[in-house]
Each structure stands twice: as C-alpha cells, then as structure tokens.
C-alpha cells in the first residue's frame, strides 16, 4: 500500500477493513450453519434420549449477539496487524527484511494473566440447581429433568 502512495492510516484501514469484512463472513456463515445444524440434530438426539427436549426454539437476538462477537473479535484481531502493517517501512518490506522488532517480554504474561481470567470466568457463574428450572415455549410448559413425586 506505501509503495503505490498510500500512508500508514490507509494501510491501517485497509488491514482492519479485510478484518471486518471476514469476521462478519464469518459470523454469518457460522450463525445460519449453527442454527441449521442445531434444527438437524435436535431431533437425531432426541432419538437417543428418553427426556423430551421440548420445541425447537431460536432466539434470534442471542444469535445476532453471538454474530456481532464474532465481528468484534475478527475487528480486534485485525488491530495489531494493521498497526504492525502501518509501521513497515516501504524499502525493508520490498527487499524482504521485516523491521518488526522482537516482542516485548511482558507479552507472554499478559496473555498467560487474560487466559486464567477467560477460564475463571465460567466458574464464577451463579450455579442453577438441576431440577429448579422449567421450560417454557408458547402453550406448553415441561420440566428440564425428570420430576421427582
């Protein structure tokens, strides 16, 4: 992009832009497959089940948050490459010496630090007795486990 004129920014912009556009590809495709896929195979475990799992009932919001995650973490992944991408100069990238310089020694750290949050996280969930829920849909109404009187 800086051989043919363009400035850092535009190569930022380029770089996140390729980000955006492939994570919400992404994010599509993997909503529509996911919710096809799930209508699929709700009735083949079913088979295998004695418990009836009740209708097939898809919340569209939860899948479009779902989808707009995806899209933010393509976007966020985008970040350092473009700005690493911005900061290339011209010569070095043509003649094939990169100018990165190495990480920082801190970098492991904060990734090990962000890794033991995001596998903490699902323990600190309020807990949800097994048998306290019921679920619902439309007209009918079923225990999510087998009633115990």
Same mark, same amino acid.
């Given at each position: 992009?800086?051989?043919?004129?363009?400035?850092?920014?535009?190569?930022?912009?380029?770089?996140?832009?390729?980000? $955006?556009?492939?994570g919400a590809v992404a994010a599509l495709l993997g909503a529509v497959l996911?919710?096809?896929? #799930? @209508? /699929? *195979?709700?009735?083949?475990?079913?088979?295998?089940?004695?418990?009836?799992?009740?209708?097939?009932?898809?919340t569209w919001l939860v899948v479009a948050v779902v989808a707009a995650f995806g899209v933010l973490s393509a976007?966020?992944?985008?970040?350092?490459?473009?700005?690493?991408?911005?900061?290339?100069?011209?010569?070095? $990238?043509?003649?094939?010496?990169?100018?990165?310089?190495?990480?920082?020694?801190?970098?492991?750290?904060? #990734? @090990? /630090? *962000?890794?033991?949050?995001?596998?903490?996280?699902?323990?600190?969930?309020?807990?949800?007795?097994?048998?306290?829920?019921?679920?619902?849909?439309?007209?009918?109404?079923?225990?999510?486990?087998?009633?115990?009187?």
């Amino acid at each position: 992009m800086a051989a043919c004129g363009g400035t850092p920014r535009q190569a930022r912009r380029v770089v996140l832009a390729a980000g $955006v556009v492939l994570g919400a590809v992404a994010a599509l495709l993997g909503a529509v497959l996911g919710v096809l896929l #799930g @209508l /699929v *195979l709700v009735p083949v475990v079913q088979g295998f089940s004695d418990t009836w799992f009740g209708p097939v009932d898809v919340t569209w919001l939860v899948v479009a948050v779902v989808a707009a995650f995806g899209v933010l973490s393509a976007f966020l992944a985008a970040v350092v490459p473009a700005w690493l991408s911005s900061k290339q100069g011209v010569v070095a $990238v043509l003649a094939g010496r990169r100018g990165d310089a190495p990480p920082s020694a801190r970098t492991p750290v904060i #990734g @090990l /630090v *962000l890794l033991g949050i995001g596998m903490r996280c699902p323990w600190s969930a309020p807990r949800v007795p097994p048998c306290s829920r019921t679920v619902s849909s439309g007209w009918r109404s079923a225990r999510s486990c087998p009633s115990s009187g």
